[in-house]
């Protein structure tokens, strides 16, 4: 299948994107392995045909509005993301009327609607940077991740106020969850997501985003670490570092959206060239200037 894959991508002019949280057998299969904002650098860079993006809805119409020209498939249509799902265009245009002179800065985690009515976005690995940049004198709509705005907070010293939106996966994780982890793998260090609770976050040893994370594990002269984020991200750290020990947090760091992807799908979506993702012209120009604003500060 693998091969059917590959062959049917050349003939396509295809390039398979895949996030990190993705089945190993569908990170095996992509051209391009990477967390949210290397994906959406992808996007906007590669020269290829058709875009094969498999990850989850938001992150598809973050390629079809940087790629407006290509065809950008989601191999399953139904790989949706409960944390964009918590903040809508309408809401969000209600919540800036009552704010005033607001700037929002959007996760990515997000509608291309939603987007399209943010000043700018940012992915867990340029949070901090973009928040940094942003003018001192606008209060700040951080949206929708009250946990990733929680620890961009305290990073930068700026205070925001936060939408009340979380992921599913990550903020499952409790502090009792990592004590009994700590407690069975006392030589191991413990790193974080930002989207896990702040208590949390406040425990581990290291805090970042996905790349982050495996980029600190392979670099670091500790052998063992305990890792707190969805558990799609064990297969690359287990590639990169083979002799290091990486243990999963909790059984519970394991986000169903993203393991909707089979291989089966992805063959099937570029043989009928379906399902095909795309974004409505109004709101990809207004969504495209917050996505380019994100991209000019990286």
Same mark, same amino acid.
């Given at each position: ?44 860079? %590669? ?38 799902? &918590? ?7 209600? $919540?800036?009327?009552? &704010? ?45 991740? $009250? ?10 010293? $700026? ?11 990550? +903020?499952?994780?409790?502090?009792? +969850? ?8 006392? /030589? ?10 702040? +208590? ?10 996905? %790349? ?8 670091? /002269? ?7 984020? /969805? ?29 909707? %992807? ?15 993702? %795309? ?20």
């Amino acid at each position: 299948m693998s091969q059917a894959i590959q062959k049917l991508k050349k003939e396509r002019n295809a390039v398979i994107l895949a996030h990190l949280y993705q089945r190993p057998e569908i990170q095996d299969i992509a051209d391009f392995v990477g967390d949210s904002l290397q994906l959406s650098q992808m996007a906007a860079q %590669t020269d290829a045909d058709v875009i094969v993006f498999c990850g989850v809805h938001f992150m598809a119409e973050s390629a079809a509005i940087l790629s407006p020209q290509k065809i950008v498939l989601l191999p399953e249509e139904e790989a949706g993301c409960p944390m964009a799902d &918590m903040v809508t265009a309408s809401e969000l245009q209600r $919540r800036k009327a009552e &704010m005033g002179d607001v700037l929002v800065v959007a996760y990515v985690n997000t509608s291309a609607a939603v987007k399209a009515e943010s000043d700018i976005c940012c992915t867990s690995s340029n949070a901090v940077k973009v928040v940094a940049t942003l003018p001192q004198d606008k209060p700040l709509l951080f949206i929708p991740d $009250r946990n990733l705005g929680d620890w961009v907070s305290q990073k930068t010293g $700026r205070e925001m106020t936060m939408w009340q939106g979380y992921c599913n996966t990550h +903020d499952r994780l409790t502090v009792e +969850d990592v004590i009994k982890a700590k407690e069975k793998y006392p /030589e191991a260090s413990f790193i974080a997501h930002p989207e896990c609770q702040p +208590d949390v976050v406040a425990m581990a040893d290291f805090v970042a985003s996905t %790349t982050g994370l495996i980029n600190y594990a392979v670099q670091s /002269e500790a052998q063992s670490f305990i890792i707190g984020t /969805e558990e799609g991200i064990l297969h690359q750290l287990r590639k990169k570092a083979p002799n290091k020990n990486f243990y999963l947090a909790s059984p519970k760091l394991i986000c169903p959206n993203m393991k909707l %992807t089979s291989l089966e799908k992805v063959l099937w979506s570029l043989e009928e060239m379906e399902p095909r993702i %795309t974004v409505d012209p109004d709101v990809r120009e207004k969504a495209l200037s917050s996505l380019e604003r994100m991209l000019a500060i990286v």
